[in-house]
């Protein structure tokens, strides 16, 4: 048996689980379409969800995995902010002399990882601050800030740079069972995710005229905000227009 998602099972279980909050958000108007989901539907599908991180990731309760979770992606967002601004005033405050402007975004890691870094991809992000942090050596910080970069800025850059890889590893090592292999695993999260693709169906075409709400139920967004889109987007997912 396949899985019949594309995506690494832990980020697609996260994301079920931002689905069924974002689910009891709209629940009224879920219900009013379709009775069969009132309570204790979105219930059961926490429940599913909860006891398949307890029995292949070894996780005790929803809160542990979502506050790793929230930690990472707040330090992420913070990074991203901090990186723009930085890279901003660098190509500003640089303007007159491009070669020096380029070979310096260069050294700190942004021509190598700041495009996908930008569109939340996790890796590149982690990637392009401990470059920055090699990088930003005594010379280099004190000629950016005397040229109007911010030196509050920079200094945040070298503390999430550490942070941010130490609670990467941290959600990481909550990844490797083989247990999920097996076909029983395979078949409670085919489960997982049929169930997902039933509410993000329904609730793309309740909100197929507000698109903020729609795209709280476009699930391969929801899973991309962790900063990763696993190895592809999923095998039976539209997107009303």
């Given at each position: 048996m396949k899985r019949k998602f594309n995506f690494k099972p832990l980020p697609m279980l996260i994301a079920a689980q931002v689905?069924?909050?974002?689910?009891?958000?709209e629940k009224q108007a879920f219900v009013a379409e379709e009775p069969h989901r009132q309570d204790p539907f979105i219930a059961n599908f926490r429940d599913a969800v909860k006891r398949i991180l307890n029995e292949y990731y070894g996780i005790n309760t929803k809160e542990e995995l979502q506050k790793q979770t929230k930690l990472v992606g707040e330090l992420a967002s913070k990074a991203i902010d901090d990186l723009g601004m930085v890279k901003t005033q660098i190509e500003r405050d640089f303007r007159?002399?491009?070669?020096?402007?380029?070979s310096i975004l260069a050294k700190l890691g942004f021509k190598t990882y700041w495009g996908k870094a930008a569109n939340n991809n996790q890796t590149?992000?982690?990637?392009?601050?401990?470059?920055l942090r090699n990088n930003l050596d005594e010379n280099l910080r004190a000629?950016?800030?005397?040229?109007g970069v911010n030196a509050q800025r920079l200094d945040n850059l070298i503390s999430y740079a550490e942070a941010l890889h130490q609670a990467n590893i941290t959600q990481e090592s909550l990844k490797g069972s083989t247990k999920l292999d097996t076909e029983k695993a395979v078949m409670e999260l085919n489960d997982i995710y049929d169930r997902a693709m039933d509410i993000c169906a329904i609730g793309q075409q309740l909100f197929k005229k507000d698109q903020l709400k729609k795209e709280l139920f476009v699930?391969?967004?929801?899973?991309?905000?962790q900063g990763t889109t696993g190895n592809g987007t999923p095998v039976n997912e539209s997107v009303v227009q």
């Open positions: 689905l069924a909050d974002h689910f009891e958000t007159n002399d491009p070669p020096k402007c380029q590149m992000l982690i990637g392009l601050l401990l470059e000629e950016l800030v005397q040229n699930f391969s967004k929801l899973v991309k905000k």
